[in-house]
């Protein structure tokens, strides 16, 4: 009875079903169908030889029932001989289509996942930066393993074994009846017994399943969350291990618990089937031996009607399952088509064209922004949430106008949460504005192509993010081709080059998750070498030196320096020191720009640049290097910046 454990097994498995009632538009079966297109001709020939399996299935015990006739009636030997030989040719036949019919379903199975994996993979990358600071890391990955596979079962397994099954059932019952309509209806009083708690067992494994998927989910995001060096460091510095221990290891439990009672529900109903189809099996013996011994019924017969019995119940059963396997199959269709549906907020234009040549001037024109509301970015699903916020964002900028001539440096400065970081995003078109709009060259960002914008712009963010991946990867993420000389030039010139040739795996040394394997101010360095060597036109710098200390501080200074000459910046920094050489300043309070102007007017001006300037310098201890001379009266440092 291994096809009854099979179908209960994977109808235990597919972990997705929401709920096995809810209704399935149209829409989604032609989208399934969409997806099933490409493989039609290894679809229709995997149902045409399962058909084919099906009837050699019959074929079998008819010629075992002639084989005891042939005996019953003294027939010549060679009868039995051709018999005997008909039979193996049909169990090779059988063998070889079994392998090609498993090769076909494999390959449309394994197939479908790739398609599935690949469009989602492809239209989440697309997503916009919003959508990534909503979702769950944990929610996401799910969709594209779990989900995935649960979808590609509706077709490898369900799909076809419901074709293939349906055929046999079908032929079985009508070669049964034709050889004894009495027995067969006999046999098959029986089936009600176990078809009606068939359903009701469906249901109950479908709720188990359903609630070990959430607590599965639940550690799966835990685990994400909590095994990365940041949250792990977190836990050591304020989390109660003893706590998150027990709460796991009661999820853990649960789910044990569940797997057990899984099991049993499965094996008592695979039980009581094989007893149930065993009892009809006694019966067939009994009530067509009795029948033989009437004279009313071949021997032959008997012995056919009791192995095609055998053959009908592996395919009931499957069939029986079928309907909630091939529910929750749809449901994981769903759940990725959801994903699928998600609108990219920031599209190229079908007509985006490229930044100008030559040097780039920054405009941002009377811009307003707020981030967007959940509901226009994510899924509550993938936030984990119940229903999504559908507040409009708050408006964090206001009529923010401000120009960067080619080779010019702007910066930003204003107390926390201003806007500054903001107004960076903008540019890159990580987000994009309500109203107004921000300018390269004239040309407004919504009108460029992506790929022009990640060759103009360079910018080193605020949290300095690297991929867990060797020194070197992180480097020529910003240009692929890049030589080794390159690589060196850019990290003596970010002052890293010293640190690097004393590591023993020198650039191929792994950075470790998220770069936690370097100093705060190490990483910092390594970004500003991504950014050395990507050569942008434009240069955005958020908060680039905050890690670091005076001395490497103007190190850096130095390099950007150089790597800034001739290249349009726009420069956020809370060290005032910083910015004093930028050609223009702005002071952001509240998402708007109240100052603006050189470093000396706006001291001159006696406005809130002045008054920051003077607090940061009040606060600084004596012989600080950033400290000027005489309050208000900065020295100059050398470099741009500096
Ligand atoms: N992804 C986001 N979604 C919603 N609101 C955000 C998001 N990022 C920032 N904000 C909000 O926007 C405002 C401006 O934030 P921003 O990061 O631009 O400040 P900032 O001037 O760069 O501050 P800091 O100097 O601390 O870096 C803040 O009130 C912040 O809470
Ligand atoms: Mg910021």
Redo the contacts with the bound molecule.
């Keep these: 009875m291994s096809m009854e454990v099979t179908a209960w097994h994977s109808l235990y498995q597919a972990t997705h079903a929401n709920d096995d009632r809810r209704p399935f538009s149209r829409a989604t079966l032609r989208r399934i169908g969409a997806f099933a297109r490409p493989h039609r001709r290894p679809l229709l020939l995997f149902i045409a030889l399962s058909t084919v399996v099906a009837v050699t299935a019959v074929a079998t015990p008819l010629l075992a029932g002639r084989v005891v006739n042939a005996i019953d009636r003294h027939a010549h030997q060679s009868t039995v001989l051709g018999l005997a030989g008909l039979i193996a040719a049909i169990a090779v036949a059988e063998a070889a289509l079994g392998l090609l019919t498993r090769r076909l379903s494999a390959n449309i199975g394994e197939g479908l996942i790739l398609d599935l994996r690949t469009a989602v993979f492809d239209h989440v990358q697309r997503m916009p930066?919003?959508f990534f600071?909503?979702t769950r890391t944990g929610a996401l990955v799910s969709r594209l393993n779990n989900d995935v596979i649960g979808a590609q079962r509706a077709f490898s397994d369900t799909l076809s074994g419901v074709v293939s099954n349906a055929v046999t059932l079908l032929l079985t019952f009508v070669v049964m009846v034709g050889i004894s309509w009495r027995i067969t209806l006999l046999a098959l009083v029986i089936l009600p017994v176990f078809l009606l708690p068939a359903r009701r067992v469906g249901r109950r494994l479908a709720g188990l399943r359903r609630e070990a998927a959430a607590h599965n989910a639940a550690m799966g995001t835990r685990m994400t969350e909590r095994f990365s060096a940041p949250g792990a460091t977190l836990v050591k510095l304020f989390g109660r291990p003893a706590e998150e221990s027990a709460e796991f290891a009661a999820r853990a439990r649960r789910v044990r618990d569940i797997g057990v009672r899984t099991a049993m529900v499965q094996v008592s109903f695979v039980t009581a089937l094989t007893l149930v189809s065993a009892l009809a099996l006694a019966l067939v013996y009994g009530l067509g031996g009795y029948y033989a011994l009437r004279g009313s019924l071949d021997p032959g017969a008997v012995v056919s009607l009791a192995l095609l019995l055998t053959r009908l119940y592996a395919p009931l059963t499957a069939l029986a399952g079928a309907r909630v396997e091939v529910m929750s199959a749809l449901v994981s269709f769903e759940r990725v088509f959801e994903v699928l549906d998600l609108k990219p907020l920031i599209t190229e234009k079908p007509d985006a064209r490229r930044v100008p040549d030559g040097p780039v001037s920054v405009e941002f024109d009377h811009v307003d922004f707020?981030?967007?509301s959940a509901d226009k970015v994510s899924l509550a699903s993938l936030e984990e949430v119940a229903q999504l916020d559908t507040r409009g964002?708050?408006q964090?900028?206001h009529q923010v106008s401000f120009r960067a001539e080619p080779g010019q440096m702007v910066a930003?400065v204003?107390?926390?949460?201003?806007?500054?970081?903001?107004?960076?995003?903008l540019l890159p078109r990580l987000y994009d504005t309500d109203a107004g709009a921000v300018r390269m060259s004239g040309v407004d960002v919504r009108d460029l192509t992506a790929a022009s914008l990640r060759e103009t712009l360079g910018m080193v963010t605020?949290d300095g993010h690297l991929f867990h991946d060797t020194i070197r990867a992180n480097l020529l993420l910003a240009r692929p081709g890049a030589t080794e000389d390159e690589l060196w030039e850019v990290l003596r010139r970010a002052r890293l080059d010293g640190l690097i040739a004393s590591l023993a795996d020198g650039l191929d040394t792994v950075v470790g998750e998220r770069g936690y394997r370097l100093s705060g101010g190490e990483r910092q360095r390594l970004t500003i070498a991504r950014l050395l060597l990507a050569r942008p036109r434009v240069v955005i710098l958020?908060?680039a030196t905050a890690h670091l200390d005076s001395t490497s501080e103007a190190a850096v200074q130095e390099a950007l320096a150089e790597a800034l000459d001739g290249r349009t910046a726009v420069v956020?920094a809370?060290r005032l020191s910083t910015v004093r050489a930028a050609d223009l300043i702005l002071v952001?309070e509240d998402?708007r720009i109240v100052e603006r102007g050189t470093h000396h007017a706006l001291l001159a001006a006696e406005g809130r640049y002045a008054e920051l300037y003077r607090t940061q310098f009040e606060t600084q201890e004596p012989g600080d290097p950033d400290e000027p001379d005489e309050p208000g009266e900065p020295r100059e440092t050398a470099g741009v910046l500096g």
């Design positions: 930066v919003a600071t909503r707020g981030y967007p964002g708050v964090v900028l930003l204003g107390s926390s949460g201003a806007g500054k970081s903001t107004i960076a995003q605020q958020d908060e956020i809370h952001v998402g």
